[in-house]
Antibody, heavy 116, light 110 residues
Framework: QVHLVQSGAEVKKPGASMKVSCEASGYTFINYYIHWVRQAPGQGLEWMGIINPSGGSPRYAQKFQGRVTMTSDTSASTVYMELRNLRSEDTAVYYC?????????WGQGTLVTVSS | NFMLTQPHSVSESPGKTVTISCTRSSGSIASVYVQWYQHRPGSSPTTVIYENKQRPSGVPDRFSGSIDSSSNSASLTISGLKTEDEADYYCQSSDRGKWVFGGGTRLTVL
């Protein structure tokens, strides 16, 4: 069965960087794109970007351009999302999700808290 | 870029039918598929409608989606409401490969 397992919760200081992993299992890793979506406390879902695990340039939301990098490691069946220069507004639950014809499997979410 | 506007909240009684709207601010609603997601507190979101009106396997046929070009909007309709349908619902579409979510609608079943 398909699973996306994300790394654990993190606490970061303003200005620091975060890197969340999303390990896939139960399917052919390179055959499905992965999206990243976040939800800040009390806010709605926010799309961050998409990566093709087999290669090519990721596509990022305009809001995060220059601060985010999505990468993949095919040997580990894992995608990563790095967000730099963190601010308090980046406190959120971050989700990875697999794109088939729709977002059919989601990770469990990773809470990242940015606080001094 | 465009926006997707949803009502902040809706409420209805069990057994009734509710419709949640999602209005696109610019560009045609029919030009790109709309998806709908259900998000219960403490859980990851799930897709309840994709490609405007398709239901993933496992989603009951009480959930249906549609688009209306005249109002440039999409709608999610849930019939035979159950208490377990209480959740936040988000519409989503895209423009030139960049995704946009609506602000979300809190559905209360009381």
């Amino acid at each position: 069965q398909v699973h996306l397992v994300q790394s654990g919760a993190e606490v970061k200081k303003p200005g620091a960087s975060m890197k969340v992993s999303c390990e896939a299992s139960g399917y052919t890793f390179i055959n499905y794109y992965i999206h990243w979506v976040r939800q800040a406390p009390g806010q709605g879902l926010e799309w961050m970007g998409i990566i093709n695990p087999s290669g090519g340039s990721p596509r990022y939301a305009q809001k995060f351009q220059g601060r985010v990098t999505m990468t993949s490691d095919t040997s580990a069946s894992t995608v990563y999302m790095e967000l730099r220069n963190l601010r308090s507004e980046d406190t959120a639950v971050y989700y990875c999700a697999r794109w088939g014809y729709y977002l059919d499997f989601w990770g469990q979410g990773t809470l990242v808290t940015v606080s001094s | 870029n465009f926006m997707l506007t949803q009502p902040h909240s809706v409420s209805e009684s069990p057994g009734k039918t509710v419709t949640i709207s999602c209005t696109r601010s610019s560009g045609s609603i029919a030009s790109v598929y709309v998806q709908w997601y259900q998000h219960r507190p403490g859980s990851s979101p799930t897709t309840v409608i994709y490609e405007n009106k398709q239901r993933p396997s496992g989603v009951p046929d009480r959930f249906s989606g549609s688009i209306d070009s005249s109002s440039n909007s999409a709608s999610l309709t849930i019939s035979g409401l159950k208490t377990e349908d209480e959740a936040d619902y988000y519409c989503q579409s895209s423009d030139r490969g960049k995704w946009v979510f609506g602000g979300g609608t809190r559905l209360t079943v009381l």
